[in-house]
């Protein structure tokens, strides 16, 4: 897919992965459609971004408010669904709030904004959307458990609806990264030394060139991990 002017679709586009995303595309000449719940810091970003970044304030596994965004956005080419919260400890440590905020961001979620965009996706000649799930969809961990139960969702979700739209013109990938320097664990209360864990920015930039290649081309289920880190990822 050339990307030029292509509009695509980055949720949790405000920092981490989805912030690096949105500058690799912009790079290449597409639209960027950011959706994140912070709204000041979206704000904020988009104005760093720069002209062909638009924002949108919404909360992914509100179904109401990505249905009402998917209306604002003319037409979709590429939908990447990233946004995520991380959970860990033993299920009888984990709270009740935290095992539903992680189902329904990052399974609810992935659902809900492929569901509402999915129409303007079909009437492309050409369109793809790509899941970011995690290595933690494809094996389970310690201390992990609720977490991988979201991302094993994500990941039979992403190989359903492929067979689902394997005769369509949308093209479905699930993309399996290991470790990143994020501040993702931050914000789940979880700190970790991650520094030499994998760069969002080299990350976004594979996910890119995986999005360049022709319709034709099928890379269907994607797994990156970085090699040699100092801490498990």
């Known amino acids: 897919m050339q990307l030029k002017n292509k509009s695509v679709v980055i949720t949790g586009g405000s920092d981490g992965l989805g912030f690096s995303l949105a500058k690799s595309l912009l790079a ?7 959706i994140a719940r912070d709204k000041n810091k979206l ?10 970044a638009v924002g949108f304030s919404a909360d992914v596994s509100n179904w109401q408010e990505i249905e009402q965004v998917s209306r604002k956005i003319e037409s979709v080419d590429v939908l990447i669904n990233n946004a995520g919260v991380w959970i860990e400890g033993s299920l009888l440590d984990c709270e009740i709030d935290k095992i539903d905020q992680a189902i329904d961001i990052n399974l609810k979620g992935v ?3 492929t569901k ?33 139960a979201s991302k094993f969702g994500v990941s039979g979700f992403t190989e359903s609806l492929k ?14 990264p290991g470790g990143m320097h ?25 996910i890119t060139f995986m999005l360049e290649q022709d319709i034709s081309m099928v890379m269907d289920q994607v797994v990156l991990n970085k090699r040699m880190t100092t801490t498990s990822n």
């Open 163 to 176: 067979v689902d739209l394997e005769k369509t013109n949308v093209k479905v990938t699930g993309f399996y």
């Open 28 to 34: 290449k000449g597409a639209i960027v459609n950011i």
């Open 111 to 113: 659902i809900y904004t």
């Open 182 to 206: 994020t501040h993702l664990f931050d914000k789940a209360g979880n700190p970790k030394s991650n520094q030499d864990w994998m760069s969002t920015d080299k990350v976004a930039d594979i």
């Open 116 to 148: 509402a965009f999915l129409p303007k996706l079909q009437k492309e000649t050409e369109s793809h959307v790509l899941n970011v799930v995690s290595t933690s969809g494809l094996k389970g961990r310690d201390g992990q458990s609720v977490y991988c």
């Open 43 to 52: 704000d904020l970003v988009v104005k760093q971004l720069g002209s062909n």
